[in-house]
């Protein structure tokens, strides 16, 4: 059964940082493009960042800039480091699978999700 476990969440002041973590097992991870999606109360699920097998990636413009994101193959893991902070990125992070490896904003396009990981940014 495929697993995508987040951690690295957490509280953190506006203007720090924060590496996500995802770690996949029982996937042929390095043909899987790899997302984050963010979910924040009372708002719908949206697009953070993916990179695709060949290690392209898109970034929503809200954090473009702001986030990396990297993918270890051999370690089965997808990166998320985010710098500069702001209260408005406090949401549960989810990472995501994508057999197409499609860099898709969408989440109807994502095969499989962790239980997520809460980032709360404190102003």
């Known amino acids: 059964q495929v697993q995508l476990v987040e951690s690295g969440g957490g509280l953190v002041q506006a203007g720090g940082s924060l590496r996500l973590s995802c770690a996949a097992s029982e996937l042929t991870f390095p043909n899987y493009g790899m997302g984050w999606l963010r979910q924040a109360p009372g708002k719908d699920r949206e697009f953070v960042a993916a990179i695709s097998l060949n290690f392209n990636t898109n970034y929503a413009d809200s954090v473009k800039g702001r986030s990396t994101i990297s993918r270890d193959n051999a370690k089965n893991t997808v990166y998320l480091q985010m710098n500069s902070l702001k209260p408005e990125d406090t949401a549960v992070y989810y990472c995501?699978?994508?057999?197409?490896?499609?860099?898709?904003?969408?989440?109807?396009?994502?095969?499989?999700w962790g239980q997520g990981t809460q980032v709360t940014v404190s102003s």
């Open positions: 995501a699978a994508d057999q197409y490896w499609r860099l898709s904003a969408a989440s109807a396009d994502y095969n499989y």
